[in-house]
């Protein structure tokens, strides 16, 4: 790889090609003039073959704490542990009317056992660590079960999980196994992959087609239960082809090293990244930090002990990244000189984040970090776009990967994209209706997304997110109100004060704030000990005066009403994941919260409230 002053790329990337399709309807299909190549039958074949070619390369790697050696498991190792458990799911008579679902956060025997049951046709299922940790009435882990129907269930260990797992016992008859050993009151994972491995299992696993199903994902469930997403072979297969494809140096190079914490009950975390290092012989350290507070101090510790070659992380991460990249000359130099390229997904960047990461390596090594994205859905496995190419801001979520096409059609003064291609679900499981409603005439998938292109002239200049089009809203005056790019705009101005943002204002003459605050920044904005309580940090007179501040530099920025909030009120509470205001990626959902908190939009709207901070 070679990267110029200016940020030039070569040797990492494709160039990005799309043709577009213009309809006596008025619709666009875009779509790539590369065909997509045949790739494998099915995400067992890519263990295979690594456990051939480089039986002893690094295939997974974790720790419990940052001052413990890493434990590694090579890819010789990892498929003879997924034959002995498949041959354990087979004697059990798991399949996808019994299969496997996982409640724990990643982890080895977590990546194993999945596999496992993924190489004889038995779908996984990985459920949000918060459905069974955080939530106070698991009522979504108790659809979720009942929807699935589990044949075994897994947890790291069962004493932090007993409460969720005394919660579902009446909905289903399946075995727990347990990570812990010691645990009792379950099945070990290592008596499951110390099973004799049968026959049955090579038979098994040569039935395997492209249609079987791999996995079910649960969405998120923000507007209601969760929705379980079926993953089959040929979505998970295509995808990752469709990646080496754009991002060539996949396939001229074997130094594919990722660090990455981003959960496995999401697209993202799972199809993602864990298959991207499977599907390309890599290794994949698994981070047991995250981006928040009193856990990034565990990401930054691994960071330091092992450097990726690509660097994944929502924004929120790379916010906290920045401000410890300033604080450590050794890690910063580190950072820009071993890092190829940073991607970014989950969420827009906010424009000061992608400003301070070029400033910091532009400083550092003399050259800007190449940052790109991608864009899709738990719906499309996810990538259904691909920003392999150097973007010159943030937004930019590329063009249609090879073998998917997108079709823009007109709502409003927006442009919906629908997508269609190989790596698109077949449905939702055991929901019929829902999987008719989800689909055009044509068998476009309805994301709900709305787009717009960078250039209508040159389309393989790409595309920006343009936000959800439910999210959307008029102000009285008849303007419409792009909720995406001014929630991302608002987070930059208020920057580093607000975590995110919700936009209200509906039916209203004025755009309105309600701030999920940074309280870590608010605190020390504020000059006030660790010990100060949540309310006095935020109406701190300091606070409150960047707050304004921050406003005022926005309306600078987009002077029209749509462009600009009027007023902002600081949330002392988080949001909830019972709620549904928060998916594991931290991405808020606005609509959620702005039913869920009627009463703060109600003291936002308040003229005689002193409680909300104006201009």
């Not at 969720?164 to 812990?180: D, T, V």
């Not at 469930?221 to 998970?236: D, E, Y």
């Not at 990401?299 to 401000?323: C, E, H, Q, W």
């Not at 009285?476 to 001014?486: A, D, E, F, I, Y």
Request: proline share 6%.
């Amino acid at each position: 790889m070679t990267v110029a002053p200016g940020g030039d790329v070569a040797g990492l990337f494709a160039t990005p090609r799309t043709v577009a399709e213009h309809r006596g309807d008025g619709s666009i299909v875009l779509r790539s003039p590369d065909p997509l190549r045949d790739g494998a039958r099915c995400v067992g074949d890519w263990l295979e073959q690594w456990a051939r070619q480089t039986p002893d390369a690094i295939f997974l790697a974790e720790r419990g704490n940052v001052e413990a050696p890493w434990t590694t498991v090579t890819y010789a190792q990892a498929l003879r542990k997924v034959r002995a458990a498949a041959s354990w799911i087979l004697a059990q008579k798991l399949s996808a009317h019994r299969p496997l679902a996982i409640l724990s956060d990643n982890g080895i025997d977590h990546a194993l056992l999945a596999l496992a049951a993924q190489h004889v046709g038995v779908p996984s299922a990985a459920i949000s660590p918060a459905y069974s940790l955080m939530s106070k009435d698991f009522d979504k882990l108790k659809s979720m079960i009942a929807l699935l129907g589990p044949g075994a269930i897994y947890v790291s260990a069962t004493k932090p999980f007993a409460p969720a797992l005394a919660a579902i016992r009446p909905l289903h008859q399946a075995q727990i196994i347990s990570g812990n050993a010691d645990d009792a009151d379950a099945l070990a994972f290592r008596t499951v992959a110390a099973t004799p491995e049968t026959p049955d299992v090579a038979r098994a696993f040569a039935a395997l087609t492209p249609d079987t199903i791999a996995k079910f994902l649960f969405t998120s469930g923000s507007t209601g239960t969760p929705k379980a997403v079926i993953n089959t072979q040929r979505m998970l297969t295509s995808s990752q082809q469709a990646k080496a494809q754009t991002w060539t140096f996949l396939e001229q190079s074997r130094d594919l090293v990722i660090l990455d914490w981003l959960p496995w009950s999401h697209t993202f975390g799972a199809n993602h990244n864990f298959n991207l290092v499977l599907r390309n012989g890599g290794s994949l350290y698994i981070d047991g930090g995250k981006p928040a507070p009193g856990l990034f101090a565990t990401s930054l510790a691994n960071l330091k002990s092992v450097m990726p070659t690509v660097y994944f992380n929502v924004p929120r991460g790379f916010d906290m990244l920045i401000a410890a990249l300033r604080a450590d000359d050794e890690l910063r130099r580190r950072f820009f000189s071993e890092v190829k390229f940073a991607f970014y997904a989950g969420a827009a960047l906010p424009q000061n984040l992608w400003d301070a990461l070029a400033e910091l390596s532009t400083k550092t090594v003399g050259r800007t970090l190449p940052m790109v994205s991608a864009w899709g859905s738990t719906e499309t496995s996810p990538l259904a776009t691909d920003c392999h190419f150097l973007a010159e801001r943030s937004g930019n979520i590329g063009v249609p990967i090879p073998g998917t096409e997108l079709k823009l059609v007109a709502s409003g003064d927006k442009l919906e994209v629908r997508v269609r291609g190989p790596n698109v679900t077949p449905g939702y499981w055991k929901a019929p209706e829902l999987t008719r409603q989800a689909f055009d005439e044509e068998g476009f998938y309805l994301i709900g997304d709305a787009v717009k292109l960078a250039d209508s002239a040159r389309p393989e200049r790409g595309l920006f997110f343009d936000g959800r089009v439910a999210e959307d809203f008029k102000l009285n005056s008849g303007t419409w109100v792009s909720v995406g790019t001014l929630r991302v705009a608002g987070i930059a101005a208020l920057a580093p004060l607000a975590q995110d943002i919700v936009v209200a204002g509906h039916g209203g003459d004025e755009v309105r704030f309600l701030v999920f605050p940074n309280i870590a920044a608010c605190r020390a904005l504020a000059g006030l000990p660790e010990t100060a309580a949540v309310g006095d940090v935020l109406a701190h007179a300091k606070v409150r005066s960047a707050i304004a501040h921050g406003l005022a530099k926005l309306k600078q920025q987009g002077a029209n009403s749509s462009g600009h909030a009027t007023r902002a009120l600081l949330l002392a509470e988080p949001p909830s994941v019972d709620g549904g205001e928060i998916t594991d990626k931290g991405y808020i959902n606005q609509r959620a919260v702005l039913t869920r908190r009627a009463e703060a939009v109600a003291r936002l709207n308040d003229d005689a409230s002193e409680e909300w901070i104006g201009l």
